[in-house]
């Protein structure tokens, strides 16, 4: 049976007033053309949750194209069309993202292949979406602002606390949805419910993963990475037995050791402390934490995971890169070295570079290390400037960099601190009269 219920107190309690306007001018274009509109999945969930979620999802029972259309004109918003799937972005002139489709029944031509569409309505929709607690719709059309749609007792496992698949093939279909679950189960402490759970044992007993090269649990493992605790869906991916499948060459630590733990939190402290550093830190996490999962790993291991997973070009480059880059400098931090010198090895690297050093390093020292480069090396600077140089009679040239740089290591190194002491330093290192002769 159908529960609908009318959800907006709800509505006006946890969302902001610009959501509820978009909401309802969104079911108004809807009604212009005669199409039932609903806002589905994580939207709804966390609706009824009373959390924020900030992505938005829209389903049309009519044309999710046309539609689309309709609303990007109306907001004067950029419109991006994906035929195939029938669904379309709109961004809004704020930069708020509205995902519009088409209400569908999916079919899937082989287990694990990518879905071919035909066109349907909402209950099909929701009847083929991940889990119970994903397949609520909320009716947005004027008349019937507010409506909860839930056809799968979803209300019922929300209150529960439970993930549940909403037929025995849902894994089949789709063996991303294991990460998806197990994420969701770790962000909301929520449980997988015991028939799911043996559906995932056996969709990983079939080998559903090893068979496919979808991109798709790449993007979820990805999304795992961002969570606020990684490590908790990770362990319990192991535990599920699928790091065979993610990463055949931790071999046998098959399971979550000590050390992978370990490795894991070190990263996730490690972004934290960059963050704090530099609150605009443009991180791409989840190569951090690739790379510290494949620390012990070769280039050939790497290579095999980005083309398993069809990870894009660059990012394989980067991960290798950055690997072999470290690794090569890793021993040499370990030996005590002037500040100078530290800057020197550390000044090319990306934060990316830097927080696989702060992850797999045994030593504090080199935390430290880094954190003074972060903090203080990298922004030290010469009292001294090019037009003081140029005043002081030296000419104009590739000597001059060089004549800074020297002041700048000096400075790190604590060997000056005043203009004075530059301006000594420079007389015994570059006197004048060398440099025009
Ligand atoms: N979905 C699905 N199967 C997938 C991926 C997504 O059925 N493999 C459906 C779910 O109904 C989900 C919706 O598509 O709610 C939107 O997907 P996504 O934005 O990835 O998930 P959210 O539930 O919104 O999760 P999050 O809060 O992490 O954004």
Redesign the pocket.
């Known amino acids: 049976p159908t529960k609908r219920k009318n959800l907006n107190n709800l509505i006006h309690e946890t969302l902001s007033p610009e959501i509820i306007t978009l909401l309802q001018e969104v079911g108004e274009l809807a009604d212009e053309i005669g199409f039932k509109a609903f806002a ?4 709804v ?2 609706l009824l949750l009373k959390t924020a ?1 900030l ?1 938005l ?1 829209i389903v049309v029972e009519g044309n999710g194209i046309a539609f689309a259309k309709k609303v990007a004109e109306h907001f004067k918003g950029k419109f991006f069309p994906h035929e195939k799937f029938l669904t379309a972005t709109v961004t809004l002139p704020n930069d708020f993202k509205i995902d519009i489709a088409t209400a569908r029944l999916e079919y899937y031509e082989s287990p694990a292949a990518m879905p071919m569409i035909q066109l349907s309505s909402i209950k099909l929709d929701l009847s ?3 889990f119970s607690i ?2 609520m719709a909320l009716q947005i059309n004027r008349e019937q602002f507010g409506t909860l749609i839930d056809y799968f007792n979803s209300q019922s496992d929300l209150r529960n606390q439970v993930i549940r698949v909403l037929h025995n093939l849902s894994f089949v279909e ?1 063996p ?2 294991i990460f ?1 679950a197990i ?1 969701f189960e770790k962000r909301m402490n929520f449980h997988i419910g015991p028939h799911t759970k043996g559906l995932i044992g056996n969709a990983v007993a079939m080998n559903l993963f090893g068979k496919s090269r979808d991109s ?1 649990f790449l993007s979820e493992l990805k ?1 795992i990475f961002k969570e606020k605790d990684p490590l908790g869906p990770l362990v319990r991916l192991a535990e599920f037995g699928l790091f065979q499948y993610l990463w055949p060459d931790l071999r046998p630590n098959y399971r979550t050791d000590r050390r992978f733990c370990h490795g894991i939190r070190q990263t996730k402290a490690a972004i934290k402390k960059l963050y704090e550093i530099e609150p605009k830190a443009k991180i791409d996490k989840s190569v951090a934490f690739l790379l510290t999962i494949f620390h012990r790993s070769g280039p050939e291991e790497i290579q095999a995971f980005c083309n398993r997973f069809n990870e894009e070009e660059k990012i394989c480059k980067k991960l290798l890169q950055t690997k072999q880059r470290c690794d090569a400098l890793l021993p040499i931090l370990y030996t005590p070295m002037a500040k100078s010198e530290l800057h020197q090895h550390l000044q090319d690297l990306n934060y990316e570079d830097l927080l696989y050093i702060c992850s797999v390093a045994k030593k504090s020292h080199i935390h430290k290390s880094v954190l003074d480069y972060l903090c203080q090396l990298r922004h030290i600077k010469p009292l001294l400037k090019g037009k003081d140089l140029m005043e002081m009679g030296y000419p104009r040239g590739p000597k001059f960099s060089e004549i800074l740089n020297s002041l700048k290591r000096a400075k790190m190194d604590g060997l000056v601190s005043s203009r004075a002491d530059e301006e000594e330093l420079l007389q015994k290192n570059f006197p004048l009269s060398n440099l025009h002769c």
Request: aromatic share 4%; glycine share 10%; no cysteine.
């Open positions: 589905v999945g994580g939207f969930r966390d979620n992505d999802d083929r979406r991940d994903n397949a789709d991303s949805r998806r994420r798709r999304i």
